[in-house]
């Protein structure tokens, strides 16, 4: 059965601070890693995706990184800002139709002055 | 703005009514998924739907109906609402093609009383 974990279930940290967001998976058959940000009471939209032979990507402040052979990914987060603040979805790709996603329950970030 | 709109954004309503849900996906999509979002859990997959045919069923309840329309908008329809469908539901949309990015809509929040 295809499983995401991600840890913590929340977290709260100070502006200015960096953090880690991790994600374990078993998803077969595995293609691409996506992470999602998902503001209170909005939509997901998607922040970067990853390849399986990607190890490290970035986006702006946000880093991901991704061990195919461990099944494991991680976000960074470095110099957070109040818009950091959401929840943080991993969501493993196999190549098929999206029906087949499974979704992790996500990271709560708060960041506060 | 992904592009995707739902309609209504918030709806209150009564155990054993029915309410209707409305979709309608990005320029040029095909493909419209709905995900039911309970309280700290992950993103649910209820049904899919491509070019005005069903395509893929998740977890979706017999009380829960859905069609696309052939101007490509969508319709979930809930019935004989219980409190546990209160949740936040989201449309999402992609291209054509194999596992991608979804663009989700803003979602409808459901409360049942």
């Known amino acids: 059965k295809n499983q995401v974990e991600q840890s913590p279930q929340s977290l709260i940290i100070l502006e200015g601070k960096n953090c880690t967001l991790q994600?374990?998976?078993?998803?077969?058959?595995?293609?691409?890693l996506r992470w999602y940000k998902q503001d209170t009471g909005r939509g997901p939209v998607s922040l970067t995706i990853?390849?399986?032979?990607?190890n490290t990507k970035s986006n702006g402040r946000y880093t991901a990184t991704l061990d195919a052979d461990t099944k494991q990914s991680s976000l960074h987060i470095t110099a957070s800002q109040l818009s950091d603040s959401a929840s943080y979805i991993c969501v493993p790709e196999g190549g098929g139709t999206a029906s087949k996603l499974t979704f992790g329950t996500g990271t709560r970030l708060q960041v506060t002055l | 703005d992904s592009g995707v709109t739902q309609t209504p954004k918030h709806l209150i309503t009564a155990t054993g009514q029915r309410v209707t849900l409305r979709c309608s996906p990005r320029s040029g999509d095909l493909s419209v998924y709905w995900y039911q979002q309970s309280l700290d859990q992950g993103l649910q997959f209820l049904i899919q739907y491509y070019n005005g045919e069903e395509r893929a069923k998740g977890n979706i309840l017999e009380r829960f109906s859905a069609q696309q329309f052939p101007d490509l908008h969508s319709e979930l329809n809930l019935s004989s609402l219980e409190l546990g469908d209160s949740a936040l539901y989201f449309c999402?949309?992609?291209?054509?093609?194999?596992?991608?990015?979804?663009?989700f809509g803003e979602g409808s929040r459901l409360t049942v009383l």
């Open positions: 994600c374990n998976y078993t998803v077969s058959p595995f293609s691409n």
């Open positions: 999402a949309s992609s291209a054509k093609g194999p596992t991608g990015e979804l663009f």
């Open positions: 990853m390849t399986f032979s990607e």
